[in-house]
């Protein structure tokens, strides 16, 4: 039972992460991540019914910013723990998925 305690153990704090999985999943979280925001830059520009949210417009850019920064960092960084780099992708991924619902639940200018 302790064997497989140990192992569990290091697998969850290893450090050993091949390069080229490591730009597959940065290249991949900055697609998905960039993508979202997007999304929310070709409603504003194109809808005239979002004009009175810049605001959120503003926020996407610092929102996009911040997320460059994580991902760049898990990238850059080899001395992440397995547990600490896959928690850090899932909450980069739920972050957008919130972040893309709060945005399109708003309510459309002059209603």
């Known amino acids: 039972m302790t064997d497989k305690f140990d192992e569990f153990r290091a697998r969850l704090l290893s450090t050993d992460y091949p390069q080229c999985r490591n730009l597959l999943s940065c290249v991949l979280l900055v697609v998905l991540s960039t ?7 070709y409603a504003y520009f194109t809808l ?7 605001g959120f417009l503003y926020f996407s ?17 080899r001395d992440i723990p397995a ?3 896959d ?5 980069i991924l739920m972050a ?5 619902l709060f945005l399109f639940a708003l309510k459309p ?3």
């Open 48 to 54: 005239p019914e979002t004009e009175c949210h810049k």
């Open 87 to 91: 928690a850090i992708k899932l909450l």
């Open 61 to 77: 850019v610092l929102w996009l910013a911040a997320q460059w920064v994580v991902i760049g960092y898990l990238y850059w960084y």
């Open 83 to 85: 547990f600490a780099r």
């Open 35 to 41: 993508g979202a925001v997007l999304s929310w830059w």
């Open 96 to 100: 957008n998925v919130w972040f893309g």
């Open 109 to 111: 200018c002059g209603l």
